[in-house]
């Protein structure tokens, strides 16, 4: 399916079905925030602890937490040099337009988190990104290697504090507390859309911007440098003249990636005490690297099949206009779980909201192709594509012939 403006650079469709692919992931996630205040929090939901409901929580864990937002950020770092070699072409200086770029993700996130979601990570993409600018001439294997360092050594440090939480528990009181704040929320987020805002305020300030910045920072630029270093060698341009290397990818980070992962689902149970999380946690951060390695390189084997193929056909609109998607996502989950629509956190068990978010992102998917078969960019991606470049860029899409 052809969806870049006339006269452009052809994209690569691959690049944009993976960020399709990662987006529907980050959703299945970012629901279970959404909907429950003791999503991700080691403890027993009152409303929701029937064995379905743990399981469900338990396969999410598993299979797509903290995987697909490392897929999403190895594909900025790639997009970076797309970008960088489009300013090229165009002889424009490219410092200037990335600076502006970031700092409309910075406003977009800042709005995002306060209004909607304040799990959002697009403030974090701004301030990351000037460091992704000043590596931009670093050395693709230099680069590799400082993602690799950078994952090993962050995970040690977590192992490390979750050896610390043996010598030092959970006081008694913390599920007490727990179970009163999450109350709090509940009581804020079917309360009032200013009251909504509020807890989004309190959220950030107590507890998100150490997570966002402190547990996914240091993974989301090993990232972006990965996927400046496979960007700079266009690995994506041609992916299948190697396949057996796409097998190899996939098998060696499949076995590992899934026990690092079944490690920190088992330790987020409630049943496996607070006392595990952060051991359990240390392991997925180190393995995760590997089960997005195997996603991709298995999702871009099944490309090449005629159903894949076709699906990759539908996310790869999805993934062209992935900012607006992923905004518009959090507009709709605000919609159904806050006092910005029907008021449903707390009031949904974890099989509905994985079904919820299957059913948004299969609305997104064909409004997509809908969209960009009239529309050069999608609505967020114009805004932030006119901030880059300093000029207004065409809004609708060229006639052919």
């Not at 299979?63 to 002889?91: C, V």
């Not at 490219?94 to 990570?121: E, S």
């Not at 996939?250 to 051991?279: D, I, V």
Request: with cysteine; proline share 5%.
């Amino acid at each position: 399916m052809r969806v870049q403006p006339a006269g452009a650079p052809e994209r690569l469709a691959q690049v944009d079905a993976l960020r399709g692919f990662a987006l529907f992931g980050i959703l299945v996630v970012n629901i279970g925030v959404f909907s429950s205040p003791f999503y991700g929090a080691g403890m027993a939901d009152p409303a929701y602890s029937r064995p379905v409901d743990l399981a469900v929580r338990w396969l999410i864990a598993w299979l797509f937490e903290t995987k697909f937002y490392l897929l999403f950020s190895f594909l900025f770092g790639y997009s970076f040099t797309l970008q960088m070699a489009a300013a090229e072409r165009g002889q424009a200086a490219f410092t200037p337009r990335f600076l502006r770029r970031l700092a409309g993700l910075a406003v977009l996130g800042g709005a995002h988190a306060v209004l909607f979601y304040q799990g959002d990570i697009l403030v974090t993409y701004a301030l990351l990104g000037v460091g992704l600018l000043l590596c931009r001439r670093m050395a693709p294997a230099r680069a590799l290697r400082a993602a690799l360092w950078l994952v090993v050594v962050a995970s040690l440090l977590w192992a490390v504090l979750g050896a610390l939480a043996f010598l030092d528990p959970a006081p008694a009181d913390y599920a007490a507390q727990y179970k009163a704040d999450a109350l709090s929320a509940i009581e804020a987020y079917r309360g009032t859309i200013g009251s909504t805002i509020a807890q989004h305020v309190k959220e950030l300030a107590e507890a998100v911007w150490f997570t966002v910045l402190f547990v996914q920072g240091p993974f989301v630029f090993a990232m972006f440098l990965a996927g400046y270093a496979l960007g700079r060698r266009e690995a994506l341009a041609d992916p299948w003249r190697r396949p057996q290397a796409l097998g190899l990818l996939c098998a060696l980070g499949l076995l590992p990636g899934l026990a690092g992962s079944a490690a920190y689902a088992t330790a987020a149970l409630p049943s496996a005490g607070a006392a595990w999380e952060l051991p359990g946690l240390a392991a997925d951060l180190l393995t995760a690297p590997l089960l997005s390695m195997s996603y991709a390189a298995a999702f871009l084997l099944a490309l090449r099949t005629r159903p894949g193929a076709r699906i990759g056909g539908w996310l790869a609109a999805a993934g062209r206009m992935a900012l607006t998607n992923y905004l518009m996502q959090s507009v709709v989950c605000a919609f159904l779980f806050t006092a910005w629509g029907l008021r449903l956190f707390a009031a949904v068990p974890p099989l509905a909201a994985f079904g919820m978010a299957v059913a948004i992102f299969a609305a997104q998917l064909p409004l997509s192709a809908w969209w960009l078969r009239r529309h050069a960019y999608g609505p967020v991606e114009w805004f932030l594509r006119a901030l880059t470049l300093g000029a207004r860029p065409a809004w609708r899409r060229a006639r052919a012939g």
